[in-house]
């Protein structure tokens, strides 16, 4: 029962629930704040390289030492892309067009730092987030009078990562 009425009420809309607004509000200021508090506790320890792999080794064992706050960088961009994302719909071209700016921008990020230990890494992540990148460009310039061309080529984009 409750799946088949979710969705009904609109956190945004003026006559929504004070207490889903609140619930939408505080879960909005955690997943900003998520980034930023990672990237400060990684900094206590980043004259101590030893004891931060230790205490913290999920955020910081696949990259390198000089990288160590790299893992930030990269739940910001998931959070920015995702906020992008939920904007009003009303100007789609523009929304789209602002998505394909940060992937670009987060494309560039990657390739200037290159994080990861493991060259390999690297260039499977330069790798996806090329496509990503491609994908959110060819989705700009898709309109409706425009050709299936681009869509298959969306398509087959889309399903590249999941080539063996």
């Not at 960088?73 to 009303?90: H, N």
């Not at 987030?129 to 969306?154: A, G, K, M, R, W």
């Amino acid at each position: 029962w409750y799946l088949w009425y979710s969705g009904e009420n609109e956190c945004w809309a003026p006559n929504g629930s004070s207490a889903i607004q609140g619930v939408f509000l505080f879960v909005f200021i955690i997943l900003c704040l998520f980034p930023i508090f990672a990237w400060y506790r990684l900094r206590q320890f980043r004259h101590n390289s030893k004891l931060r792999r230790k205490k913290y080794s999920a955020f910081v064992t696949s990259y390198r030492p000089r990288c160590w706050y790299y893992e930030s960088i990269m739940m910001a961009r998931r959070i920015v892309l995702l906020l992008v994302y939920a904007f009003p719909k009303a100007q789609q071209l523009l929304l789209r067009g602002i998505i394909s700016f940060f992937c670009t921008i987060i494309l560039m990020i990657h390739v200037k730092i290159q994080p990861f230990l493991d060259p390999l890494n690297n260039k499977l992540e330069t790798l996806l987030l090329l496509n990503l990148c491609l994908i959110s460009t060819f989705t700009t310039i898709t309109s409706q009078s425009s050709s299936t061309t681009i869509s298959n080529t969306i398509t087959v984009l889309a399903a590249l990562p999941l080539l063996p």
